[in-house]
């Protein structure tokens, strides 16, 4: 199969605290993993990516883990802002050159 | 960075007529995507685009849906005839080759009435 399962799909948290989104894939040959931050009305944009080649990476205050074995991957954002509201989406690419989303997480930051 | 537009943003049209979306995707880039998202909801892929040819596409790539990019001017999305359930906004995304990043448009937002 090729879905892509999001979990949890609505994460509210207090300012400073960290968020975590988790994912699943089905196919196993899928080798790359972007994360997008989409706020209402905009298109959605990249914010980190990981390729099968590796299992962490981390960029301004995001972190993402892959484990290739259990088929799992996620985002984790730490200190977290208001400005970090928005809708996130996993995505995974399977062997071919299509991109699969899951089913977004909507992510609410209290001051 | 580049980017992908999209015409028109808005587009409200009678069901039983005929859409065409457009998307100008970034200069350089040879792969192509259009991808469909009702509100508040997952993005979901309908169709990949290559050389001039459809590369994949989904289950939502219904018959009344067909692709082109004449002469390398738009990459458009035509749906004839409409229906009520093509409400949505569709995205549109380029990439560079198979292996890239997508580079998204803003979207088009379709009503169907």
């Known amino acids: 199969g090729e879905q892509v399962e999001q979990l949890p799909s609505i994460l509210r948290v207090q300012e400073g605290s960290s968020a975590s989104i988790n994912c699943t894939y089905e196919?196993?040959?899928?080798?790359?993993f972007p994360w997008y931050k989409q706020e209402p009305g905009e298109n959605p944009k990249l914010i980190i990516d990981?390729?099968?080649?590796?299992e962490r990476k981390q960029t301004q205050g995001l972190i993402v883990l892959l484990d290739k074995k259990a088929k799992r991957f996620s985002l984790h954002i730490t200190d977290t802002q208001p400005g970090d509201s928005a809708m996130y989406f996993c995505?995974?690419?399977?062997?071919?050159?299509?991109?699969?989303f899951g089913s977004g997480t909507r992510l609410l930051v209290s001051p | 960075g580049p980017k992908v537009l999209q015409i028109p943003s808005h587009q409200i049209i009678d069901m039983g007529q005929m859409v065409t979306l457009n998307c100008d995707p970034v200069?350089?880039?040879?792969?192509f995507y259009w991808y469909k998202q009702i509100l508040g909801q997952q993005m979901e892929f309908l169709v990949n685009?290559?050389?001039?040819?459809?590369?994949?596409k989904s289950k939502l790539f219904k018959d009344q849906f067909s692709v082109e990019r004449p002469d390398g001017s738009y990459f458009t999305l035509k749906i004839q005839p409409t229906a009520l359930e093509d409400s949505a906004v569709y995205f549109c995304?380029?990439?560079?080759?198979?292996?890239?990043?997508?580079?998204f448009g803003s979207g088009t937002r379709l009503l169907v009435i």
């Open positions: 995304a380029s990439s560079l080759d198979g292996d890239s990043d997508y580079t």
């Open positions: 196919n196993s040959a899928s080798n790359y």
């Open positions: 990981i390729r099968s080649n590796m």
């Open positions: 995505a995974a690419r399977t062997g071919g050159y299509k991109v699969v």
């Open positions: 200069s350089n880039h040879l792969y």
């Open positions: 685009f290559y050389n001039g040819k459809v590369m994949e």
